[in-house]
């Protein structure tokens, strides 16, 4: 079974551009969540998607928004970058919001210039 | 506010050496508590916990959680190199807010 695949790896963009990341949750998996990862606050929740639908939203600025797609791929969307929005962006993906855990893809690593 | 605080931030050890990982969170509405082994990018899942007392293992890992006093530890024995990672411990919330709140991670170095 394939697990969560995010692309793209790596990416560099100039401050003031706009980004667009995609995760493909694990087949039959219909919640996703993503997470920003920096060394100063670890690994902090942006939001989680479950049949299209927003569920919950982290404490993050309107800048980044997301959505998700009915065959459960995700997309994260960063407008207007910033320098201090270089991170490692993971996105997880579980069969249901519950008691279920959640399985991480490897991340893209996002580099503002 | 949730919170997750991991002990110690780093630890280094030598091969064969026991570790001991402790979590404690202050999180509403406590669903679950989760640990995760981060190598390079992607954690990977390890263990989750919902019941006090209950020690969940694999191998030479294994965990336990106390409700009543809001924390887990995570026990690693006989370590090896392999074992050298971040280990992160993540709290999820339920009660229609569901989400992982994660502790800044305990980094773990094994030496032969």
């Known amino acids: 079974k394939a697990g969560v695949t995010q692309t793209p790896r790596y990416l560099i963009k100039t401050r003031g551009q706009q980004v667009t990341l995609s995760c493909s949750p694990i087949?039959?998996?219909?919640?996703v969540s993503w997470y920003q990862q920096t060394p100063g606050q670890g690994l902090q929740f942006l939001f989680e998607y479950f049949s299209e639908t927003q569920r919950n939203k982290g404490n993050f600025p309107g800048r980044f928004s997301g959505r998700q797609f009915s065959n459960s791929r995700s997309e994260m969307n960063v407008s207007t970058l910033e320098l201090g929005d270089s991170a490692l962006y993971l996105c997880?993906?579980?069969?249901?919001?519950?008691?279920?855990?959640?399985?991480f893809g490897q991340g893209t690593r996002l580099t503002v210039v | 506010e949730d919170k997750v605080v991991q002990s110690p931030l780093s630890l280094v050890v030598h091969e064969g050496d026991t570790v001991t990982l402790n979590c404690s969170y202050e999180v509403t509405n406590f669903r679950s508590l989760l640990w995760y082994k981060q190598e390079k990018k992607a954690p990977t899942f390890l263990f989750m916990l919902t019941s006090s007392g209950i020690e969940k293992k694999s191998g030479r890992l294994s965990s336990i959680l106390d409700k009543k006093e809001l924390f887990s530890i995570l026990n690693i024995t006989a370590t090896q190199t392999g074992d050298s990672a971040v280990y992160l411990c993540?709290?999820?919330?339920?009660?229609?807010?569901?989400?992982?709140?994660f502790g800044k991670g305990t980094k773990l170095t094994v030496n032969p």
């Open positions: 993540a709290v999820e919330r339920g009660g229609g807010s569901e989400k992982l709140v």
């Open positions: 087949s039959g998996h219909r919640s």
């Open positions: 997880a993906s579980r069969s249901y919001i519950g008691d279920t855990e959640a399985f």
